[in-house]
């Protein structure tokens, strides 16, 4: 049973819309200041990475595919047109809240971006030294000519256009020449406290345009303006041609610069003139231009609040803290003999898997270690842990996962150190990207092998483990061990698909499995039993488990379901959803846990997953779907994972069946899950002041 397009939401509007929850913590004034910064930035981020996706699939569509019908039953064109409209009243209410709010605001907290004619005397003279030290040996100004065409400018870099007057020394004058920022100059600077105030910055922007006359001697600078061009940055591979997916990678991946481009991002000051030279050399539309009142690219102002240490500015900080029995000093074998233990992060702490990696590495009893990577970073300790580990002849084997969007490079150079310390590399099953997160230990243990499991919600990331909210599960429960192990067997060998004791998994069993118990849960109702499904995820997409929640709901079970991101579901409609409700958590951490939770007629059934429910989780990725077994842990699930959320009224938002949301308030005292959650489960309370 799979929904119709007049029962789902668009997809690409339902990311605009998360974007718009976005920027209102940007909006909220109880938050810190320099938080609220940084959402702005995460917002423009979020943005780069739908143009460069999202969009560009939909241009695509638009001119080879054009009569297309999307699942909202809208046509290419028809969507591309509802998102720029969209996209550009986003944009422009996230530049106000800059300039209106979040900028004047930092400056009476005494953290200012001085304009040029505020700089003073002294200001000045440094700002000059650091553009001739630092600036000017890097910048190329490239004069537009027959002999110099407009240059081929990389993805999202910064760059400038020029306008000029006279000739040069070689009697050209084309009138117009382009300036681009090199990626290793900072967009902003802080000035040194002896001239200024502790906490003074100046744009890259300002200091080029102060002193771009240096570039070009002889002629009049008419115009400085920034612009900025997003690409197509889909990577294709094509099987016919493929002989080693690495190789083929670098070669896609030195080609990602230079894709087809999809936005162009201008200054406000830039004239009509200009604006039409600019769309015409990257063979774009009008409807792809966004002016912008301030800085061209937000993103790396996400490097300010690092260079302001104001703690009242900032969320305050927090030390995560250990399950209490490893707080009790056991070792984590020894623990994890004694029971299963549940990671909640990141309110405790991910040193238990960094711990589980490094005790593989150095511990004798050892022989083998299984690991599942997707994005890690270019600095993981647990990666060096795996080196370490293969170079002290353990077996090691890692299933890297060549096409994680934009963690391609990072992870094609950990392919490359981990097959130099000796380990054995295998990139997935071409045509499937491994999104499971697994980890295993082999050890030998009184004449017999003891396998010691992780497997867990979100990537093997130290950094995002302080961020994102997430759990994850240790454990030596053998069948759970053994399923893990035939699912590395699975992807690493040729064979059918083994039937698993306990894991669901994508693409085979996740989707039914999952099917199955909506299903259950509908026939309780019908039965006039009691019914219930919540389920939390980033995003909810795929049809046919849609319309499965859309009978379900008809059947009278009740359904909450929390969705961080993008839903096509619509809920509260009469007839259809009157039993649904969805709702979202935009708060300090990245919700990112999916956790399906099922009455079961009161024999709760409780799940984990690397998964949320899209169709490319279900039917393109390697994911996994892990029961919780243990009474106790579950409970605790049900516990810090779900009801806080559903009982959340400050950081919660309403989802109505247009697609639109309502911000969750009260007039009481709040209740935010997360900051109960740091409260509950961390030191911080006890441990920091502010």
Same mark, same amino acid.
């Given at each position: 049973?799979?929904?119709?397009?007049?029962?789902?939401?668009?997809?690409?509007?339902?990311?605009? #819309?998360?974007?718009?929850?976005?920027?209102?913590?940007?909006?909220?004034?109880?938050?810190?200041? +320099?938080?609220?910064?940084?959402?702005?930035?995460?917002?423009?981020?979020?943005?780069?990475?739908?143009?460069?996706?999202?969009?560009?699939? +939909?241009?695509?569509?638009?001119?080879?595919?054009?009569?297309?019908?999307?699942?909202?039953?809208? *046509?290419?064109?028809?969507?591309?047109?509802?998102?720029? *409209?969209?996209?550009?009243?986003?944009?422009?209410?996230?530049?106000?809240?800059?300039?209106?709010?979040?900028? @004047?605001?930092?400056?009476?907290?005494?953290?200012?971006?001085?304009?040029?004619?505020?700089?003073?005397?002294?200001?000045?003279?440094?700002?000059?030294?650091?553009?001739?030290?630092?600036?000017?040996?890097?910048?190329?100004?490239?004069?537009?000519?027959? $002999?110099?065409p407009?240059?081929?400018?990389?993805?999202?870099?910064?760059?400038?256009?020029?306008?000029?007057?006279?000739?040069?020394?070689?009697?050209?004058?084309?009138?117009?020449?382009?300036?681009?920022?090199?990626?290793?100059l900072?967009?902003?600077?802080?000035?040194?406290?002896?001239? $200024?105030?502790?906490?003074?910055?100046?744009?890259?922007?300002?200091?080029?345009?102060?002193?771009?006359?240096?570039?070009?001697?002889?002629?009049?600078?008419?115009?400085?303006?920034?612009?900025?061009?997003?690409?197509?940055?889909?990577?294709?591979v094509?099987?016919?041609?493929?002989?080693?997916?690495?190789?083929?990678?670098?070669?896609?991946?030195?080609?990602?610069?230079?894709?087809?481009?999809?936005?162009?991002?201008?200054?406000?000051?830039?004239?009509?003139?200009?604006?039409?030279?600019?769309?015409?050399?990257?063979?774009?539309?009008?409807?792809?231009?966004?002016r912008?009142?301030?800085?061209?690219?937000?993103?790396r102002?996400?490097?300010?609040?690092?260079?302001?240490?104001?703690?009242?500015?900032?969320?305050?900080?927090f030390?995560?803290?250990?399950?209490?029995?490893?707080?009790?000093?056991?070792?984590?074998?020894?623990?994890?003999?004694?029971?299963d233990?549940?990671?909640?992060?990141?309110?405790?702490?991910?040193?238990p898997?960094?711990?589980?990696?490094?005790?593989?590495?150095?511990?004798?009893q050892?022989?083998?270690?299984?690991?599942?990577?997707?994005?890690?970073?270019?600095?993981?300790?647990?990666?060096?842990?795996?080196?370490?580990?293969?170079?002290?002849?353990?077996?090691?084997?890692?299933?890297?996962?060549?096409?994680?969007?934009?963690?391609?490079?990072?992870?094609?150079?950990?392919?490359?150190?981990?097959?130099?310390?000796?380990?054995?590399?295998?990139?997935?099953?071409?045509?499937?990207k491994?999104?499971?997160?697994?980890?295993?230990?082999?050890?030998?243990?009184?004449g017999?092998?003891?396998?010691y499991?992780?497997?867990?919600?979100?990537?093997?990331?130290?950094?995002?483990?302080?961020?994102?909210?997430?759990?994850?599960?240790?454990?030596?429960?053998?069948?759970?061990?053994?399923?893990?192990?035939? +699912?590395?067997?699975?992807? *690493?060998?040729?064979?059918?698909?083994?039937?698993?004791?306990?894991?669901?998994?994508?693409?085979?069993?996740?989707?039914?499995?999952?099917? #199955?118990?909506?299903?259950?849960?509908?026939?309780?109702?019908?039965?006039?039993?009691?019914?219930?499904?919540?389920?939390?995820?980033?995003?909810?997409?795929?049809?046919?488990?849609?319309g499965?929640?859309?009978?379900?709901?008809?059947?009278?079970?009740?359904?909450?379901? &929390?969705?961080?991101?993008?839903?096509a579901?619509?809920?509260?409609?009469?007839?259809?959803?009157?039993? &649904?409700?969805?709702?979202?958590?935009?708060?300090?951490?990245? #919700?990112?846990?999916?956790?399906?939770?099922?009455?079961?007629?009161?024999?709760?059934?409780?799940?984990?997953?690397?998964?949320?429910?899209?169709?490319?989780?279900?039917?393109r990725?390697?994911? *996994?779907?892990?029961?919780?077994?243990?009474?106790?842990?579950?409970?605790?699930?049900?516990? #810090?994972?779900?009801? @806080?959320?559903?009982?959340d009224?400050?950081?919660?938002?309403?989802?109505?069946?247009?697609?639109?949301?309502?911000?969750?308030?009260?007039?009481?005292?709040?209740?935010i899950?997360?900051?109960?959650?740091?409260?509950?489960?961390?030191?911080?309370?006890?441990?920091?002041?502010?």
């Amino acid at each position: 049973m799979g929904a119709t397009a007049d029962t789902l939401l668009n997809r690409e509007l339902g990311l605009i #819309e998360f974007n718009r929850r976005v920027l209102a913590q940007a909006e909220d004034e109880t938050l810190p200041l +320099l938080e609220r910064l940084k959402f702005l930035c995460i917002v423009s981020s979020n943005l780069d990475e739908f143009f460069e996706v999202r969009v560009a699939w +939909l241009k695509d569509n638009v001119q080879h595919n054009p009569n297309r019908i999307l699942a909202d039953g809208s *046509t290419p064109g028809q969507a591309l047109a509802k998102v720029a *409209t969209a996209a550009r009243e986003l944009i422009r209410r996230q530049y106000d809240v800059l300039r209106a709010n979040v900028l @004047p605001a930092l400056r009476s907290a005494g953290v200012v971006f001085l304009r040029r004619a505020e700089w003073s005397v002294e200001q000045r003279a440094w700002i000059r030294d650091y553009f001739l030290r630092e600036v000017l040996p890097v910048l190329t100004p490239i004069g537009l000519d027959p $002999s110099h065409p407009f240059p081929k400018l990389l993805n999202k870099s910064l760059n400038f256009a020029i306008e000029l007057e006279g000739r040069d020394a070689f009697g050209r004058n084309s009138g117009i020449a382009i300036v681009q920022a090199p990626r290793i100059l900072p967009r902003v600077i802080k000035l040194p406290e002896v001239i $200024s105030g502790p906490h003074q910055f100046v744009f890259l922007s300002s200091i080029v345009h102060e002193h771009i006359d240096e570039l070009f001697a002889g002629m009049t600078v008419k115009g400085f303006y920034q612009f900025r061009v997003t690409r197509n940055s889909e990577l294709t591979v094509e099987e016919e041609e493929l002989k080693n997916l690495r190789t083929a990678l670098q070669g896609e991946l030195r080609q990602r610069q230079y894709g087809d481009a999809v936005r162009l991002e201008i200054a406000d000051n830039c004239p009509a003139h200009m604006e039409d030279y600019l769309l015409a050399q990257f063979t774009l539309q009008r409807d792809d231009v966004f002016r912008v009142d301030g800085p061209v690219n937000l993103v790396r102002l996400m490097q300010v609040p690092d260079m302001v240490d104001v703690p009242a500015l900032k969320f305050r900080p927090f030390v995560p803290a250990l399950p209490s029995l490893l707080a009790k000093k056991a070792t984590l074998f020894e623990a994890m003999r004694k029971q299963d233990i549940l990671l909640h992060h990141p309110f405790q702490s991910f040193q238990p898997v960094i711990d589980l990696l490094n005790l593989g590495a150095t511990d004798p009893q050892v022989v083998a270690i299984k690991m599942t990577v997707y994005r890690t970073g270019t600095d993981s300790v647990l990666m060096e842990s795996l080196i370490a580990a293969a170079r002290a002849g353990k077996q090691v084997t890692v299933i890297v996962e060549l096409m994680a969007r934009f963690d391609e490079e990072a992870n094609i150079s950990w392919a490359q150190r981990l097959e130099d310390a000796g380990a054995h590399v295998v990139y997935g099953v071409y045509g499937y990207k491994v999104h499971a997160k697994m980890l295993m230990v082999v050890r030998r243990e009184e004449g017999q092998l003891r396998r010691y499991v992780h497997l867990g919600t979100g990537n093997y990331h130290p950094r995002t483990a302080r961020m994102y909210t997430d759990f994850g599960l240790l454990t030596c429960n053998d069948d759970i061990a053994s399923d893990v192990n035939d +699912l590395f067997v699975q992807i *690493t060998g040729l064979g059918r698909a083994s039937k698993l004791k306990h894991l669901l998994s994508s693409p085979f069993t996740l989707l039914p499995g999952m099917v #199955e118990r909506i299903r259950a849960e509908a026939e309780h109702a019908k039965a006039g039993k009691p019914a219930r499904i919540i389920a939390k995820m980033n995003a909810l997409l795929e049809g046919e488990i849609i319309g499965e929640l859309y009978a379900a709901s008809q059947a009278g079970v009740k359904i909450q379901l &929390i969705v961080r991101g993008v839903c096509a579901l619509k809920p509260g409609v009469p007839g259809l959803s009157e039993n &649904i409700t969805v709702r979202s958590i935009i708060g300090r951490f990245l #919700e990112h846990s999916r956790v399906f939770y099922y009455l079961n007629g009161g024999n709760e059934d409780l799940f984990i997953s690397s998964a949320d429910w899209m169709g490319r989780n279900f039917f393109r990725r390697i994911e *996994t779907c892990v029961p919780i077994l243990d009474k106790k842990i579950k409970q605790r699930i049900i516990r #810090e994972g779900l009801k @806080p959320y559903l009982a959340d009224n400050g950081n919660a938002w309403e989802m109505s069946a247009d697609g639109s949301y309502r911000h969750r308030t009260t007039r009481g005292q709040p209740r935010i899950a997360q900051e109960s959650l740091l409260a509950e489960l961390t030191v911080a309370s006890r441990a920091i002041k502010r």
